[in-house]
């Protein structure tokens, strides 16, 4: 689903750098939420924004407060840095930043399609191991297909069909919003044409 909405969001809005912009929130918001390091880098973050405020509310000490401030967050994110997963994501969420404040519109419009398709396509390919390995797992823990059949007495091949029927319709509902429909439209003539 987010391969689909990020190829209908980048096709179809005129600035498309909202759309990095965004995607590098939600990519550095993950990394903060949802790694081990989050009980370093949330309230790091959390204190650190609080005082950044704050330090610009009292003229007299806005620069030591926002150093120390600044200190503190550089100190953290060092200290998060170990975790492969907050670097990936950190960088990733960077790049992306940067791409939506200096990259042209083709370059950012050619990264975020690059980018949709390759979630899409992964998406689609888990879904294409389910099949060959439907009781596949993580250690003690079952994969979602392998659960939703315990929970609801329907085969895991069941649940793996309907998921995949459902990315590729996604996929391509995605694809025609994105790119048929715009060339329909410019092919069509303009109604105010057609009166004589």
Known sequence: M????????????RDVRWVAYGLAVLIGGCVILFTRAASVLLPALAIGGMAWIIGGAIVRYR???RL???????????????????RIGLIAAG???????????ALTVFVLNFLALVIGLNAIADIWLLFGSPNASVGSYPNDAAVMATSTGLPTVFWVGLWAMLV?????????????QPMRRKREPHPDSLRT
Do not use: D, K, Q
């Open 63 to 65: 620069l030591p407060i």
């Open 95 to 105: 790049l992306l930043a940067l791409l939506g404040m200096f990259g042209r519109r």
């Open 168 to 180: 590729i319709g996604m996929m391509g509902v995605a694809f025609y919003v994105a790119f048929i």
């Open 2 to 13: 987010c391969g689909a909405i990020l190829l209908v969001l980048t096709n179809r809005l």
């Open 68 to 86: 120390i401030t600044a200190a503190m967050v550089a100190l953290s994110l060092a200290a998060a840095w170990a975790e492969v997963a907050v």
